[in-house]
């Protein structure tokens, strides 16, 4: 094996992330979707299926392109090519006001929580049903109590953000992203800066939502340990591409350099070091 970085740009992307007929797909499928930025190519022709129900963890390097990935998703980015059909809607064409319609399916936890400051936890996780439910107050409020529960935020209702540590702010983000029952959830980082018993928690409370709402998630996260208790099947981002798909054993026991070297933690590897 060569394991100079330029012998990754071989690695062809994993099969089976494509299907003959989009359209009919339940779930997501992501085809040939490319993004840059400037000069700068982050997604390459990026390939891959999500069925409905599925928890799919995404892992890969820092700056590799997740949370690029995610946001594309949902048209947070726009790709430069390529296409994404949502339960067999393309997403590419849709109106802004379809769009908005379509987004009202999806929860997301950005990487850095992304809280309104001028406003109170309790306010940031109802804005939402606040702005696209017709729930009564009393029912968003209800609600987004109930969420913070979920999170083991209950005595931070009436804070603000700075109030927060790092932790309590991603599961106040948490919270925000499931206040309005989504079908589909997209964490961008949901453990990191946690401490481990709080990490296993949130873990508990994705596999719950996806056992008992059927939830699917799409998961970003370099934390391993997280991604072999919730994932039902681990994909890796590497160069733009979908380079492996695999279930946690198959990730466990591949020979996939990349993946190896990814899981191992190996500075030395065809992933290089930096
Ligand atoms: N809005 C943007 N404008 C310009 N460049 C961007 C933008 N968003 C992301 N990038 C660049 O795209 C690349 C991928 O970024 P992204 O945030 O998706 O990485 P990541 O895989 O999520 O990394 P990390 O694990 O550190 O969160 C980086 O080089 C980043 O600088
Ligand atoms: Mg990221």
């Not at 508990?204 to 934390?223: A, C, F, N, P, R």
């Amino acid at each position: 094996m060569n394991a100079s970085p330029e012998a990754a740009y071989n690695i062809p992307p994993a099969p089976g992330q494509r299907v003959d007929d989009p359209a009919s797909f339940a779930g997501i499928v992501i085809e040939g979707v490319s993004k840059n930025f400037g000069s700068k190519m982050v997604l390459d022709k990026t390939d891959l299926l999500i069925p409905k129900g599925e928890t799919l963890v995404v892992i890969g390097r820092s700056g590799e392109g997740k949370s690029v990935l995610l946001k594309s998703i949902v048209r947070l980015l726009e790709s430069d090519e390529g296409r994404i059909w949502i339960e067999g809607t393309l997403i590419n064409e849709l109106s802004r006001s379809r769009l908005m319609e379509l987004r009202k399916m999806f929860g997301f936890l950005f990487q850095g929580a992304a809280l309104f400051d001028s406003m109170t936890v309790c306010e940031n996780v109802g804005l939402m049903p606040k702005e696209h439910s017709g729930w009564s107050e009393e029912r968003i409020y209800a609600r987004a109590c109930e969420c913070l529960a979920m999170v083991g935020l209950e005595n931070a209702e009436t804070k603000l953000p700075s109030e927060l540590s790092g932790g309590m702010k991603k599961r106040a983000g948490l919270a925000r992203a499931i206040v309005m029952e989504p079908e589909y959830i997209l964490y961008d980082e949901p453990t990191t800066g946690l401490d481990p018993i709080t990490g296993d928690a949130i873990n508990e409370l994705i596999v719950k939502l996806q056992k008992s709402l059927g939830v699917t998630s799409i998961v970003v996260t370099h934390d391993m340990a997280s991604a072999f208790k919730i994932a039902d099947r681990i994909a890796m981002l590497s160069r733009g591409r979908i380079v492996f798909t695999g279930t946690v054993d198959e990730v466990k026991n591949t020979d996939h350099p990349m993946v190896r070297q990814f899981i191992e933690g190996n500075a030395h590897g065809p992933l290089g070091a930096f």
